[in-house]
């Protein structure tokens, strides 16, 4: 079951009304509307990985986010995600995303927000200290591969995204380091937007797939300096 015109309409309702209240008389829309075509998305999309990137999956109980924001840290104390988004990894890393994920990978996400904000994409974001030194060391011994790789992905997607890109070289790594330009990345995502009609197609999920193995070079370089392999089937 695809998503519907449904779907963006809880959200944008949600979005006005961001309380439990609000969310426990909706909750019978989220789980039909939400919940359950994203958890039959994820299961069609790993059917599609195990074709182009067997060593990449999801699981339909596990990979979507919660709505459930954390609100421990923040001052925003709205209780609810005004979207939904699960994530793909490598089979053989921990399912956990940015800087607690001190055993994940690089992997794939989906991302739903009406209004045009949906969006997918690709790579690790955010890593902790110990993957991102790694990440580092091996663009540091290979600039020319990594650069080759970066340029390589079609430009329909943005360019790497400088989100907390440091504004000096890490400490380590000279001023005039071939690979000054990458070295200074904390995270290593790249993506798109997508349409209101994009996400409620009949198409979508193969429209992610193509997208994603237009992007499975940026995946797998980063997942091979971070010690998982890609495979050849499951």
Known sequence: MPFSQRALRFFRGLARHNEKPWFEA???EYETEVRQPMRELIEDLDTRFAQFAPEIGGNPKRSMFRINRDIRFSKDKSPYKTNAACWFHHLNAARSVGSDADAGSAGYYFHLQPGGR???GAGIWMPPRPQLNKLRSA?????KGFDQMAHSIPRRFAGLDDEGALKRMPRGYAEDHPAAKWLRFQSFTRGRTLTDAQVTSTSL?????????ALLPLVRWLNGALGFKPASRR
């Not at 663009?139 to 600039?143: G, L, M, T, Y």
């Not at 999920?205 to 193995?213: D, H, M, Q, S, T």
């Open 26 to 28: 909706h909750r019978e």
């Open 205 to 213: 999920a193969a429209l992610l797939a193509r997208e994603y193995e």
């Open 139 to 143: 663009i540091a011994k290979n600039p």
């Open 118 to 120: 949906s969006m997918m």
